[in-house]
């Protein structure tokens, strides 16, 4: 059984300054009531991880530096000085007050190039995640909770997903369709990257399923999707929120790799096929730069902020990361 | 004398302040004792046998002396601290089951913990394995992972790799809970046994089950809210307790045999106060029915009877009365 | 008939991803709870004590057998069936903190109930019902609800579980280890609130491993060791007179207060453990066998039996105190055909896959006869 140290843990969540209004009525808490719970879990969890959120500086730089880059995305091609894809000035441009980042072979304005390809980028990795985060968490959970052969079946399909060599379908898919958009390359990434999504979300499902409180919601008569939505799937909320970030993530990342081997979206235009562009037209070669460097180093900064960000987060969810 | 503890005072940091977990404890353990320390949970008696062996980041020790075979412990001093682990002062820890490395076999971590300590294994090695044997754990437990052992096992386990270069001082904390009778009867029996065979020179065995030390004990020191409510040796405890706290702990306990019918019996009601802001006066005094108005003052822990113990002025009262009584008796 | 009977009822686990092995948890255990009994199921961990607790409560099947609660067969219950059912039947686990979803306050336990069985009840009414059944708990409102459950202690959160079963029209409790975790000093208290809720005519079925609970508290006791009965009846039946040597072994290792550990008679069954005077001494042979080896179930390999093991077939010898010698029994008498006794486990002979109803058979436990009026004790081999 516990001793002291657990009755200690158990009463430190709520810091100073934490909004504590809705979590404990005022003056019900003799919360000093000595040898609390066994486990350590605080009164306030939100409120709590909302504290230790705003002050964890990874989490707050990753996601002041993605939202910058979100709102350029949003509104940044209303601001663009040039409409993209259009020839509107001599080629080869250094960056200079006119054009800042300079113009391409052809005389495009790279910095509007940039504005309109981030809306395109994070579209696909919203998608992306978006899929995959819904076909993983729904086979996840399904697996989980039945369990038996549906489970068998459901993780033998994921292992041939898995299996798919998805750029070669995606190679034989683009040969037979003409054209294919943003949204068709977002959700294709989704449609292939859900497996890893769904194993882990099936695996803490089969977990929590053991559970006595889930034993408990069942002797309340409660059917299996209501215990799955209310019981199973709040307490991996934060496992939720981490694998999105990471999805959406490695899906902007997965597009551009498409994007650049010329595989992307047939209309309009990306971070990747900037870079497709550059290399093709010998960007390198002619010491363009600034043709390739800032959509190469764009997608770094929103990537990595993403990381940064998912490490933050990592350690406001989980008490044992906070400490250090 | 083995251990001397003296005004021992041990806090835990939390975010809402310091809780007083051990709360001037003074006491000794003789050679060859097994001391038993009971109460329930939260009153402090993991944190006293944890902090006599390594105080854990979140712990502090304010103040008083641990001094084990004439050498004083620097418990505060955890890299001090590393010269004494498993040589002078060893623990079996609570939850010994879960706290075994899954990835390593026990021979490894055998070998892995002696490295820490500056001991080669192959030095120990033959009689690790008679002591293994004796446990009655077959010698292929070297080359086990923890999780193909039972709990049982697991718990013979720690405790044979624990007392393995014969500490003076053993701390067998809640070693015993999480087990079957059986397994139980047979892991007491395997603690007196390595007492006896001087594989430990004394012991603390720390558990909330007072049947248990009933059965192994020769002392037993009760503690509530982090002071020590009473001590005497075990038979006293259990047949002539005279703490109102120990009186009613032990008429808690059904023992086999008893029935709801013939006997109902009754627990203590309310709860322990919290450590954070611990009231003055006898802390057992919201739940004790002889509390009176002089509980309102700290009770000393003091020798009322010849090696027994107790911090209660309703005790003082009674004993100084019957001794009055035998007095005027003896007067007459 | 009783309220509740179970009528062989057996349970075999499967184990590995395609069910390599079969391992026979439950071997058809029979007996029966009325209203206002309380029948204290007894084993150590293992025995299978709560897999039974749990298809009771229809949250694992069983693999074969029949459980019939007044009269119907519960087993095929599902849907509205189901949730017919547990109007009547409700259980209390062991842990009363993991029976808390952390995310949500206690009293979302009585909501949950309110939803499903409430839906049509005023609000007023039903928090009348809430503090009725928290009075009938010796729960003061104030102190219970509106709160997380780590701001409760671990006697409040089990009583708050146990209103939670009586806001439904509940005849059968099933109470699964529901004190091992709480103090000493409130045990008792939640002991005694479990007999008086047996006194308004609840049936009770006590899952325990602590003998003097079960004797304390149980009109009936039923062990169960190895998924088998050993030994049933009335409670002073079998805790004043014990035939099975498992139930006398199991009592002699109970500590007690103002009893010290009785030496044990091990030689009765021919199984010469050294236990009676507490020496140890060390294991002969290198399969020295101990206590909870063999307390594992018999285990049977749907896979071909590995060389190592059909090279042990030795008989071990039993070696440490008290408690190993009490797990380390004989095997029981005749051997079956397809499997084998090791260390306290069964490995397979045959080299094909045993299905199912093969297990069954072969782990039939040995019958119970009468000894006295209301007292059955399984044959010992």
New interface residues.
């Given amino acids: 059984m516990s001793d002291v140290d657990q009755a200690a843990t158990s009463s430190a969540p709520v810091a100073p300054g934490a909004p504590l209004t809705g979590v404990r009525a005022p003056g019900a808490a003799p919360v000093g009531g000595a040898p609390l719970g066994r486990k350590a879990y605080s009164g306030g969890r939100r409120w709590e991880f909302l504290y230790f959120a705003v002050r964890n500086k990874k989490l707050v730089l990753g996601l002041g530096v993605e939202i910058i880059f979100v709102l350029a995305a949003i509104i940044g091609p209303y601001f663009a000085p040039y409409p993209p894809k259009q020839f509107v000035a001599p080629a080869f441009l250094h960056p200079s007050a006119k054009h800042l980042f300079g113009t391409s072979y052809f005389g495009q304005d790279v910095f509007s190039l940039l504005l309109y390809s981030l809306r395109n980028s994070y579209l696909v990795g919203f998608l992306g995640a978006a899929f995959a985060g819904v076909i993983g968490l729904g086979i996840g959970f399904i697996a989980g909770w039945r369990g038996g052969w549906l489970d068998e079946i459901l993780q033998t399909f994921t292992y041939i997903v898995v299996m798919i060599p998805s750029l070669v379908l995606l190679i034989v898919i683009g040969a037979y369709l003409k054209s294919h958009s943003a949204f068709f390359e977002g959700v294709f990434i989704g449609v292939t990257t859900w497996p890893w999504v769904a194993r882990a979300v099936r695996a803490q499902t089969f977990t929590l399923r053991q559970r006595d409180f889930v034993d408990l919601a069942r002797l309340s008569g409660k059917r299996g999707p209501a215990i799955v939505l209310k019981d199973i799937a709040p307490n991996m909320a934060s496992y939720i929120l981490l694998a999105f970030i990471l999805l959406f993530g490695s899906s902007m990342l997965i597009a551009v790799n498409y994007d650049f081997l010329g595989l992307g979206p047939t209309s309009g235009i990306s971070l990747g096929d900037m870079l497709n562009l550059a290399e093709l037209w010998s960007g390198l070669q002619l010491h363009l730069w600034w043709w390739f460097i800032p959509p190469g180093a764009a997608m770094t900064i929103m990537v990595a902020a993403l990381l940064v960000a998912n490490v933050g987060l990592d350690e406001v969810f989980n008490p044992k990361l906070r400490e250090t | 004398m083995s251990l001397s503890v003296r005004n021992l005072r041990i806090a835990?940091?939390?975010?809402?302040g310091d809780?007083q977990?051990v709360d001037d404890v003074t006491f000794s353990v003789a050679d060859g004792e097994i001391m038993g320390l009971a109460g329930?949970?939260?009153?402090?008696?993991?944190?006293l046998g944890n902090s006599l062996i390594y105080l854990?980041g979140?712990m502090r020790h304010l103040g008083g002396t641990v001094e084990l075979d004439g050498k004083v412990l620097p418990i505060s001093d955890d890299r001090a601290m590393n010269r004494h682990r498993m040589r002078d002062v060893s623990i079996i820890p609570q939850y010994a089951m879960s706290a075994l490395n899954p990835t390593k076999k026990i021979g490894v971590l055998a070998r892995d913990l002696l490295k820490s300590r500056g001991t080669k294994l192959a030095k120990v090695l033959p009689e690790f394995r008679?002591r293994v044997?004796?446990?009655?754990?077959?010698?292929?437990v070297l080359e086990m992972y923890p999780f193909e052992?039972?709990?049982?096992?697991r718990q013979?386990a720690t405790m044979v790799i624990s007392t393995l270069l014969n500490p003076s001082l053993l701390i067998a904390d809640?070693v015993t809970?999480a087990l079957?009778?059986?397994?139980?009867?047979?892991?007491?029996?395997?603690l007196?046994?390595f007492r006896d065979r001087g594989y430990v020179k004394s012991m603390i065995v720390i558990t909330?089950?007072?049947?248990?030390l009933?059965?192994i004990a020769d002392t037993i020191m009760v503690m509530y809210?982090?002071k020590l409510a009473e001590k005497a040796d075990a038979g006293t405890i259990?047949?002539r307790p005279l703490h109102p706290y120990t009186q009613?702990?032990?008429s808690?306990?059904?023992?086999?045999?008893?029935?709801?019918e013939e006997e109902?019996?009754?627990?203590?009601p309310g709860?322990?106060?919290?450590?954070?802001?611990p009231p003055a006066g006898c802390r057992f005094r919201d739940r004790c029915p002889f509390a009176f108005d002089k509980c309102a003052e700290e009770p000393p822990f003091v020798e009322l009877l010849p090696g027994h113990q107790v911090a209660c002025w309703k005790a003082a009262q009674d004993v100084a009365g019957s001794a009055e009584r035998e007095h005027e008796e003896a007067a007459r | 008939m009783s309220m509740l009977e179970l009528d062989k009822v057996s349970k075999v686990f499967k184990s590995g991803t395609f069910g390599g092995s079969l391992k026979p948890a439950l071997r058809q255990v029979s007996f029966g709870i009325d209203r206002g009994e309380v029948v204290s199921l007894i084993g150590e961990s293992g025995s299978g004590k709560s897999t039974l607790g749990k298809i009771v409560l229809h949250l694992t099947p069983a693999s074969a057998g029949k459980v019939s609660f007044e009269g119907q067969d519960v087993t095929e219950k599902k849907g509205r069936e189901l949730h017919e059912y547990y109007r009547h039947v409700q259980g209390v686990f062991q842990d009363p903190f993991s029976s808390y979803n952390p995310l949500y306050k206690a009293d979302r336990v009585f909501e949950m109930v309110r939803q499903e069985y409430f839906g049509g009840l005023q609000r007023d009414a039903w928090e009348a019902k809430v503090e009725t059944v928290l009075e009938t708990v010796t729960l003061n409102p104030a102190d219970v609800l509106n709160k997380f459950p780590h701001q409760l202690s671990g006697g409040q959160q089990q009583r708050l579980l146990v209103a939670r079963a009586l806001l439904l029209d509940v005849k059968l409790l099933i109470a699964d280890e529901i004190i091992s975790m709480l103090d000493a000093s409130t045990r008792v208290d939640v002991l005694n609130m479990l007999v008086s809720l047996k006194r308004k005519g609840l049936g009770i079925l006590f899952i325990t491993h602590d003998l003097s609970l079960g004797n304390y508290i149980s009109d009936k006791t039923v062990i169960l060791r190895h998924g088998a009965v050993v030994e049933m009846g009335e409670t002073p039946k079998v805790f004043g007179n014990p035939q099975h040597r498992y139930t006398k072994s199991l009592l002699t290792a109970v500590p007690q207060l103002h009893k010290k550990w009785a030496p044990f008679d091990w030689s009765a069954n021919g199984s010469a453990a050294p236990a009676s005077n507490g020496a140890l001494r060390p294991a002969s042979g290198a399969a020295a066998p101990v206590a909870e080896e063999a307390r594992e179930t018999r285990r049977y390999s749907r896979s071909s039996l590995s060389p190592l093991h059909a090279a042990k077939g030795a008989k071990s010898t039993p070696s440490v105190g008290a408690g190993a010698a009490v797990a380390e029994e004989a095997a029981p008498g005749p051997r079956p055909s397809l499997m084998e006794m090791e260390g306290g486990r069964w490995h397979r002979r045959a080299r094909r896959r045993v299905t199912l109803a093969e297990v069954l058979a072969e782990s039939a436990p040995p019958p119970l006869v009468e000894c006295e009026p209301g007292h059955l004790v399984a044959v010992e081999e």
């Fill in positions: 835990y940091r939390t975010l809402r809780v977990a329930e949970s939260g009153c402090g008696k993991s944190t854990e979140r008679r044997a004796l446990v009655g754990l077959p010698d292929s052992l039972s709990g049982g096992m013979r809640e809970s079957d009778v059986s397994n139980q009867r047979a892991v007491g029996e395997l007196t046994e909330h089950d007072l049947s248990i009933a059965q809210a982090g259990i047949d009613a702990l032990l808690s306990l059904p023992e086999v045999g008893v029935r709801y109902e019996l009754t627990g203590i709860r322990p106060p919290s450590l954070l802001d």
